[in-house]
């Protein structure tokens, strides 16, 4: 069973699309947090950001680059929230990678990306130190 965004991208079911190109589409959210809420997505279904390959994530990234200043214009928003909910744990409710555009405005409230997290790891220097070892040898 495909995807609900493959279901749009193979035309089977309906979405406001605004931007296509070979492999990436996007198109309005269907319950926007903000008026102009829209979804970048590459065509091919992969579930986790790190699934797509360096090809089409550089399509990908082009095409939000594309759509960010097109969706601020549209709806004169003052800024844009640009995230990925990146598996589940991160709140990802469909398992083909999509990239959320946004639009904030200066009295929107939202908060910021940090807003989402509560109390903040207490975190030593070794520890610190060690997350960026293991973090830099797998990068
Ligand atoms: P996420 O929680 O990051 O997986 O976000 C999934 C997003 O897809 C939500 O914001 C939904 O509102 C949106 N969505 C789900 N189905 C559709 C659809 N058929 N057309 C447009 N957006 C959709």
Excluded: W
Aim: charged share 25%.
């Amino acid at each position: 069973m495909s995807s609900i965004f493959s279901q749009i991208v193979d035309g089977e079911i309906p979405a406001r699309i605004v931007y296509e190109d070979e492999t990436t589409l996007a198109f309005l959210d269907a319950n926007p947090l903000a008026p102009g809420h829209t979804l970048v997505i590459p065509k091919a279904e992969y579930e986790r950001l790190e699934d797509v390959p360096e090809d089409e994530a550089a399509d990908l990234y082009a095409t939000i680059h594309r759509l960010v200043p097109a969706v601020e214009d549209a709806v004169d928003a003052d800024a844009t929230t640009v995230a990925f909910n990146n598996g589940e744990a991160a709140g990802q409710e469909v398992d083909h990678v999509h990239c959320h555009i946004v639009p904030r405005f200066e009295d929107d409230a939202g908060g910021p990306i940090h807003a989402i997290f509560g109390d903040l790891p207490d975190l030593s220097d070794d520890e610190l130190d060690d997350i960026a070892a293991d973090i830099e040898s797998q990068a």
